[in-house]
């Protein structure tokens, strides 16, 4: 249907096809549909290219049919990802309606030039299977950056403007460089970065067209406008504003800086009235946001173009199918009728993947290198031996085709190390929430989102793996011989499977993404072999460190000694069985193994079922653990050989937690299995084949901890009793029967000389405060307690005229103090009243008075407010110097410095909520990313160089800082970053997906966002982030 007499060009003598129609990529598998009948007429199109096409229509013909007769033009395949866009009587760029005749979109098609161009942009541009595509894509960030809207540093700028001119002249001369760079001009400011431009284009020879597109895009893609197309607006207060709408959701950026983002899955209603944008979020308990955002555009017709945009985008990317056309309604209409027509990325993946496609050249313009389309993004190389040098730029070898395409093959010696065999791919969307959107933003068929795609094999887009048997591969359930290094096909297959493995072009080569499956359900299992790992070497301190100092010194009885280590070491081996397993599991599903198919392997619920109901077998062990601790205890007293060899051990970089807590490991272990399975299920559908294992394991896991839910209360308030007894001096019996620890913090006390710092420790019976010492021990010396019998507590800021304080009116004694923030203050007076009502319920009194080294005779409550002041802290300084060492870098020294507060309750999810894996590790003021092993767990990150170190290399307490994501000022132009910040200290985490993003930033928020006991409705439920 195309008229080729008005041009200089046939599409197939153009692009080198055959005459065919090709491909509808709207039709899988069909020729374009019959035209209905009606006159013709000619609608021009300019493509990415700059080119024009005329094609003939019937005049009643659909936009759908203008469409595909493109698609089928360009032989494109992908073309779901692309639009026509035209200026319409309103002048205002609008897109064609595929559903309504064009003739009602266009009044004078004769006076109109429609423009194909990208309409979604894909987060990650692996998930573009075609050549072909993504060289359309790299025509539009070209044109992007040509026309400004694709905005950037310098650096990046120059660097794409090399990638550009490398696959449009090939290899680097510099005559030739700077004449077409005179010639061309890529970005408004290319004079000034000439010899930047020039400086990366000299590092790319031997790069191939595919392979510039594909760099060209992955940088792109991590710039903050990648795919942004601004609409003006403002907000209530008149500021002046634009509005996008991405993959992930709406944007909100002022100028070209991005200010504010609303997720999918907050989103419950997009809807406009009149020239009113609105925004109906999800209800947020921990968030001040309100509820529905209102935005103001320049007409009604500028809300509606937007409000359709931001439906195609959410049908796009989160639904797994086409949404269906709603009934049509028998009298009156409301609302309306817009919905997204074409296939989803999904299905357009899956379409992809699943058929097999005749290989079609297509030209390049301005460039001199040939390319196939369907081939795989990166050229094949031939081995250099029996090889003469090939010319990198224009020439190449004449292939036996019956289409006499092009074939170029060149030699990157850069890349000449690494050889291996082809393996699958799996590319999809980044990972999100299972949050599902309103009736108006339809949501997905299950709970699992659709940014969660598993593509599977992809020949298209090659991965090198290391196989163990290089010489054969399953093609199509056949055994094939390949030679070392060849792919099926008898091409040598290229070494760049991901921009981690190829450092041409590029200003750091340290920081780049590794390539791994998307479905979530990996990264859920990547999660627990991490922790795993994790939990290992935690039993290695007590199985191996803490036994070899135990057998070494021989200072504990042989029935404790026997007692500790009988019960650890079946456990342990377990667990060294179990990680193989995961591991093996995980090499499978990345397809580092020689497991070639889908589906058995990728799943890890029988692998969990199997683990739970070996450790329901271990039972017995378990409940001895705590038995273990509390005779660790009762020895520790008896013996003081026995007691400093314990804390001589916790001085030893291995034992870089309280080692009685290492002694609770398992126990805790069984809530992280039980986490992980939850989020397992509740992302896998009912019909998934391991949903049913990961269900029976979750009950299994369940029922275990039930079984020891109370044992594990009882223990960690035990340990932290135990803990904070070795940071309190003056104080005996801390743990006692029945006491509770409820929270500790810092908090100024009101006396004579004004306020003064002291350290609060609030418990079931008693309220303590402190001051630290001035010695290298650091401890903290008692200065007062007030029983919570019979006390009331008021706020007292009028009265005083301090922020934040509020009066503790004991039977004998009152005392002012203040909090740092209002939040502090309400955290501190709804435990203390909890608290008192507790003690209150209680048999009146404690019998058991804290009993604590005062030199003078008087009881701590008669201490007055002179006699606890910073002087008097030299008298007892002589006294404190003859203690034992001690750690200064504990929870209690933390919350002193950054004058905070934590409870038992946050003592219990920084437990239960451990994180590890690799992330990288950026200061405020270094260039380069460092690949680090980070381990998570109370209340502080643990550095190491890779997850078999024995000890880690640095440490970083979280407490008082905040976690927030850079802000585009920062030029963090890289996915995933999250930014830890206290006063001047700055710090930049990068994750390997959306999932583990997220991951890190709820338990990190875990540690640094402090709840009151009234306000955890429960212990072990995690935090809402």
């Not at 420790?761 to 402190?770: A, I, N």
Request: charged content about 25%.
């Amino acid at each position: 249907m195309v008229e080729p007499e008005e041009r200089p060009s046939v599409a197939g003598q153009r692009l080198g096809a055959p005459e065919s129609l090709g491909i509808s990529t709207l039709e899988p598998g069909q020729r374009p549909p019959t035209m209905p009948p009606g006159r013709q007429i000619s609608i021009r199109v300019q493509m990415l290219d700059d080119t024009q096409e005329v094609f003939e229509v019937s005049q009643r013909a659909p936009g759908k049919a203008l469409f595909d007769l493109v698609c089928s033009h360009l032989n494109l395949v992908e073309g779901d990802y692309f639009g026509l866009e035209f200026q319409d009587q309103r002048k205002m760029i609008v897109w064609l309606d595929l559903l309504k005749p064009i003739l009602k979109q266009i009044r004078r098609p004769k006076n109109i030039i429609l423009r194909f161009v990208v309409k979604f942009f894909p987060p990650d541009h692996t998930q573009l299977l075609e050549e072909l595509t993504r060289y359309l894509f790299a025509l539009q960030i070209k044109h992007d950056l040509a026309c400004g809207r694709l905005t950037c540093n310098e650096s990046s700028a120059a660097l794409l403007v090399a990638h550009i001119v490398q696959s449009e002249i090939g290899d680097f001369d510099e005559v030739q460089c700077k004449q077409h760079l005179l010639n061309n001009k890529y970005i408004p400011e290319q004079d000034t970065l000439m010899d930047k431009i020039i400086g990366y284009h000299r590092k790319h020879v031997g790069q191939t067209p595919a392979e510039s597109d594909y760099q060209l895009l992955e940088i792109a893609r991590r710039l903050e406008m990648y795919g942004v197309r601004l609409h003006p607006a403002k907000d209530r207060e008149g500021t002046r504003l634009s509005l996008a709408v991405a993959h992930s959701g709406v944007l909100v950026f002022q100028g070209h800086t991005k200010i504010n983002a609303f997720n999918w899955s907050k989103v419950r209603k997009l809807s406009f009235k009149r020239k009113r944008f609105l925004i109906k979020l999800r209800p947020d308990l921990n968030s001040n946001c309100q509820d529905t955002l209102e935005f103001m555009m320049g007409s009604r017709d500028c809300c509606k173009v937007f409000w359709k945009i931001c439906v195609e985008y959410h049908a796009f990317f989160r639904l797994f199918e086409e949404p269906k056309p709603k009934p049509k309604p028998v009298l009156f209409t409301r609302g309306s009728s817009f919905r997204f027509s074409g296939r989803t990325q999904r299905q357009v993946i899956d379409y992809v993947k699943d058929t097999e496609f005749k290989k079609v050249p297509f030209e390049r313009k301005h460039s001199k290198i040939q390319s196939n389309s369907n081939l795989s993004p990166f050229p094949s190389r031939q081995s250099a031996e029996g090889q003469g040098e090939r010319n990198a730029s224009a020439s190449g070898h004449q292939a036996d085709s019956p289409l006499g395409r092009t074939q170029v093959t060149v030699e990157n010696p850069a890349l000449q190390r690494y050889t291996g065999s082809l393996n699958s791919q799996t590319n999809g969307c980044r990972n999100g929430t299972s949050d599902e959107a309103d009736a108006r933003l339809k949501p997905s068929p299950s709970k699992q989102q659709a940014e969660h795609l598993s593509t599977g094999p992809v020949s298209r887009s090659p991965q090198h793996s290391e196989s163990p048997s290089a010489g054969q591969m399953m093609v199509n359930g056949q055994k094939q011989s390949l030679s070392v290094g060849q792919s099926p096909d008898g091409r040598q297959p290229s070494p760049l499977t991901s921009p981690l493995l190829y450092d041409a072009g590029f200003i750091r080569a340290d920081d780049e993404d590794e390539r791994f499956p998307t479905d979530k359900a990996y990264f859920i299992a990547k999660e627990l072999l991490t922790t795993e790992r994790t939990y290992l070497k935690d039993l290695e301190v007590i199985t191996v460190s803490f036994q070899k100092a135990v057998l070494k010194d021989e200072a504990m009885p042989d029935s404790l000694r026997n007692l500790i280590f009988a019960n650890f070491e079946p456990v342990y081996k377990f667990h060294e069985t179990f990680l193989k397993d995961v591991e093996q599991r995980l090499a499978q599903w990345e397809g580092r193994s020689n497991a070639h198919i889908k589906g058995d392997y990728q799943r890890v619920g029988d692998v969990m079922l199997k683990n739970i109901q070996g450790l329901k077998l271990l039972s017995s062990h378990l409940q001895k653990h705590s038995e273990s601790l509390l005779e660790l205890e009762q020895s520790c007293r008896s013996s003081r050989r026995l007691e400093v060899l314990c804390r001589d051990f916790e001085l030893q970089k291995v034992c870089y937690l309280p080692l009685n807590i290492f002694f609770l490991r398992p126990l805790h272990r069984l809530l992280h299995y039980k986490q992980i399975l939850e989020r397992l299920c509740k992302h896998y559908p009912p019909t998934h084949d391991d949903f049913r294992d990961s269900r029976a394991a979750l009950a299994d896991v369940s029922e275990l901890v039930l079984q020891l839910h109370t044992t594990l209360m009882k223990m960690e308030n035990f340990q932290k009793l135990l803990e904070l007894k070795k940071d309190l001096v003056g104080i005996d019996s801390l743990a006692a029967p029945g006491r509770e620890f409820i929270r500790l913090g810092c908090l100024s006390k009101l006396s004579g000389k004004g306020l003064q710092q002291r350290m609060f420790f609030l418990f079931s019976d008693v309220v303590m405060y402190t001051s630290r010492g001035l010695t290298a021990s650091n401890q903290f010396k008692v200065h007062g307690q007030l029983p919570l019998y019979g006390m009331t507590i008021r706020e007292s800021e009028d009265e005083w005229g301090v922020p934040y304080s509020f009066t503790l009116f004991g039977q004998r004694q009152s005392v002012v103090v203040a909090a740092s923030s209002a939040s502090e203050m309400e955290k501190w007076i709804e435990d203390i009243r909890m608290a008192i009502e507790l003690a209150d319920k209680s048999n009146g009194p404690t019998t058991e008075i804290l009993s604590s080294s005062f030199s003078d005779s008087k009881s701590p409550e008669d201490c007055s407010a002179d006699q606890e002041s910073e002087d008097d802290l030299s008298s007892s300084r002589s006294s404190l110097e003859r203690q034992t060492p001690h750690r200064g870098n504990t929870t209690v020294h933390v919350c002193w410095h950054r004058s905070t507060s934590v409870s038992m309750v946050d003592f219990s999810v920084a437990l239960e909520n451990q994180l590890s894996g690799n992330l990288l590790r950026k200061f405020k003021n270094s260039n380069g990313w460092q690949k680090l092993w980070v381990v998570f767990t109370n209340f502080s990150l643990f550095f190491y160089k890779t997850h078999q170190d024995e000890y880690p290399l640095a440490s970083l307490p979280l407490l008082g800082y905040s976690i927030t994501i850079p802000s585009e000022s920062e030029n963090i132009h890289k996915d995933y970053v999250f930014k830890l910040h206290f006063k001047s200290h700055v710090y930049y985490f990068r994750s390997e997906s959306e999932y583990t993003f997220e991951r890190w930033m709820e338990v990190i928020r875990s540690a640094t966002c402090s709840s009151s006991v009234l306000r955890s409705s429960s212990r072990k439920d995690p935090l809402v982030y």
